[in-house]
C-alpha cells in the first residue's frame, strides 16, 4: 500500500543512483586490495626472517598464503575493471537519457511554435512587404532620375561653358600675342616714310579686324 503513493523514479534518477553504488562498490574494492598488500608485504618480510633460521615448515606455509592473497588481488582487480565498464556504460546511458530529454523538449517547443504559426498570413505579409518594397525602390529611381537630369543639366551647361571660356581666352591671348609679334620691315619705314606708315597702319588694322571678326565667330559658336 505504501509503494502505490511512492513517488516514481525516474531514468536518471535510477541511473544516478546505480552509478553511486558502483563507485562505492570500486571503494570498497581498493580498500580490500591495499589491506591485501599491506598483508603481503608482511608476510614476505615473516618469509625472510624464517628463512634465516631455517624455518622451511614455517616458509612453505606462510608461501601459500603469499600466493592466495596475491590471487585475491588479482581477482579485485579484474572486478574493478568490469565495474568501471559498467560505470562507464551507465554514464552513457545518462547521457543519451539527457540527450533524449532535451530533443523532447526542442519536440515540443518545435510543435507549438508550428501550431502558433499562421502560413497563409505569413505569405500575406511578404507579398505585402515585397510589393510595398518595389513601389519604394520605383520612386526612388523616379526621384533620382529626376535629380540626376536637373542637376546634370545645370552641371554639363556650367562645365560646357567653362571650356568655351576659356577656350576663347586662350585664343584671346593668342590673338594679342600674334598682333604684338606682326614684322615691321625696314622697307615699310624707308623713303615715304609717311605713305609707308600709312599704308602698315592699314595693313594692321585690317588684320586686327579679321583677328577680331574670327574671335567673335568662334564666341556666338
Do not use: W
Not at 151 to 157: K, P, T, Y
Not at 176 to 193: A, D, F, H, I, Y
Request: with cysteine.
Amino acid at each position: 500500500m505504501k509503494n502505490l503513493f511512492k513517488k516514481r523514479e525516474s531514468p536518471s534518477d535510477v541511473i544516478r543512483k546505480n552509478q553511486r553504488c558502483l563507485s562505492k562498490a570500486i571503494r570498497e574494492i581498493d580498500k580490500e586490495k591495499n589491506l591485501f598488500q599491506v598483508k603481503e608485504k608482511e608476510i614476505i618480510s615473516e618469509i625472510k626472517k624464517m628463512a634465516k633460521i631455517n624455518q622451511m615448515s614455517s616458509i612453505h606455509v606462510m608461501a601459500r598464503q603469499l600466493v592466495r592473497i596475491r590471487s585475491y588481488c588479482k581477482k579485485l582487480s579484474i572486478m574493478k575493471a568490469n565495474i568501471q565498464a559498467v560505470s562507464l556504460q551507465i554514464a552513457t546511458l545518462k547521457s543519451q537519457d539527457s540527450m533524449a530529454t532535451a530533443m523532447k523538449g526542442v519536440a515540443a517547443s518545435i510543435k507549438k511554435m508550428n501550431s502558433q504559426m499562421n502560413l497563409p498570413q505569413i505569405q500575406k505579409i511578404m507579398i505585402d512587404f515585397e510589393k510595398e518594397s518595389d513601389i519604394v525602390n520605383m520612386k526612388g529611381d523616379i526621384l533620382n532620375d529626376v535629380v540626376d537630369d536637373t542637376v546634370g543639366d545645370v552641371d554639363e551647361s556650367e562645365e560646357s561653358e567653362g571650356i568655351v571660356n576659356k577656350i576663347l581666352d586662350e585664343l584671346g591671348i593668342q590673338t594679342r600675342n600674334e598682333l604684338n609679334n606682326l614684322p615691321v620691315t625696314s622697307k615699310q619705314l624707308g623713303v615715304g616714310g609717311q605713305k609707308d606708315k600709312s599704308s602698315v597702319g592699314k595693313e594692321s588694322s585690317e588684320t586686327d579686324a579679321d583677328l577680331v571678326a574670327r574671335f567673335e565667330n568662334l564666341k556666338r559658336s
